[in-house]
T-cell receptor, first 117, second 114 residues
Framework: AQKITQTQPGMFVQEKEAVTLDCTYD???????LFWYKQPSSGEMIFLIY??????QNATEGRYSLNFQKARKSANLVISASQLGDSAMYFC??????????????FGAGTQVVVTP | EAQVTQNPRYLITVTGKKLTVTCSQN?????MSWYRQDPGLGLRQIYY???????DKGDVPEGYKVSRKEKRNFPLILESPSPNQTSLYFC?????????????FGPGTRLTVT
């Protein structure tokens, strides 16, 4: 069975600082995908970044980067230069690589980030 | 505009009164899913559909039913709601031909069962 673990229930970060959100996963699959989503207080799920298990380079999207360490089964999200608007719940998620699993995501419990001025 | 819509967005109901939460997507997606979100548990998949008339149980299907009679619609049915089904529900969809990162979420439905 697959499992996603986010060990940080919540954290405070000062504006303009970088923050790392931890995510570890457990799977026996060779092919899988890893996602990070942001959920602001308004409730919608916002896609941030994706990393495929076969991607050789770490994914980056603007201020977001994914620190992918395959051997350690970790996929930490790094947010550089935090902004007040980054205050939100952040979810790590994984999807198996098989076609019949493309619509199934397994989520972690989430990390609540509060950015302070 | 490409989107997944859910209705209603907010619902307060009583134990045992059957209800349906609708989900519709306008992108001709094959895959559709329902998730529930609870504090400390993240999102958990309830049901999943790979195409019309093809559905499968997710991790927490008890107390829920779904149907996929049309490609665009994937309603979630609670035949006899109970207070432990109070939660935030998300519908999601993606195309079989879409990019690896693709997953479209609806805005969520906040359900309270008293």
């Amino acid at each position: 069975a697959q499992k996603i673990t986010q060990t940080q229930p919540g954290m405070f970060v000062q504006e303009k600082e970088a923050v790392t959100l931890d995510c570890t996963y457990d799977t026996s699959d060779q092919s899988y995908g890893l996602f990070w989503y942001k959920q602001p207080s308004s409730g919608e799920m916002i896609f941030l970044i994706y990393q495929g298990s076969y991607d050789e380079q770490n994914a980056t999207e603007g201020r977001y980067s994914l620190n992918f360490q395959k051997a350690r089964k970790s996929a930490n999200l790094v947010i550089s230069a935090s902004q007040l608007g980054d205050s939100a719940m952040y979810f790590c998620a994984m999807r198996r690589g098989t076609t019949d699993s493309w619509g199934k995501l397994q989520f972690g419990a989430g990390t609540q980030v509060v950015v302070t001025p | 505009e490409a989107q997944v819509t859910q209705n209603p967005r907010y619902l307060i109901t009583v134990t045992g009164k059957k209800l349906t939460v609708t989900c519709s997507q306008n992108m001709n997606h094959e895959y559709m899913s329902w998730y529930r979100q609870d504090p400390g548990l993240g999102l958990r998949q309830i049901y999943y559909s790979m195409n019309v008339e093809v559905t499968d149980k997710g991790d927490v299907p008890e107390g829920y039913k779904v149907s996929r009679k049309e490609k665009r619609n994937f309603p979630l049915i609670l035949e006899s709601p109970s207070p432990n089904q109070t939660s935030l529900y998300f519908c999601a969809s993606r195309s079989i031909a879409g990019a690896n990162y693709e997953q479209y979420f609806g805005p969520g439905t906040r359900l309270t069962v008293t």
